[in-house]
């Protein structure tokens, strides 16, 4: 058992999470707790490499549109989130 807290999770603050933090979260979603289990997956990944943004993805299982469609749900919750704190989420 460790005494360590990942603030990023209490806090819901994803600046405070390394991108093998994240990764593994989604590793620990799909294997131990059978989050879509058999569904599909889309992961977008930002690289910020010389202080310019590119956009990779890799997806599971999907055709374009579907994750043209994803990403737009996704930006739906997003805004929500920015404009009520995550409280409809219950993410506060």
């Known amino acids: ?3 360590i807290i990942d603030m ?7 600046t405070l999470r390394t991108p ?13 707790h059978g989050a879509f289990k058999k569904g ?3 992961i977008v990944l930002a690289l910020d490499d010389d202080d310019s943004y590119y956009v990779s993805f ?3 299982g ?8 994803l990403c737009e749900a996704a930006k739906a ?7 009520t704190g995550g409280e409809r989420y ?3």
């Open 40 to 42: 599909k997956k889309l």
């Open 58 to 60: 890799q997806q599971a």
């Open 1 to 3: 058992m460790s005494n």
């Open 77 to 83: 919750i997003f805004l929500d989130e920015i404009l």
């Open 62 to 69: 999907m055709k374009m549109s579907e994750c043209m469609a």
């Open 8 to 14: 990023s999770a209490k806090t819901n603050d994803g």
């Open 90 to 92: 219950g993410r506060e």
């Open 20 to 32: 093998e933090q994240c990764l593994q979260t989604c590793l620990d979603d799909i294997g131990k």
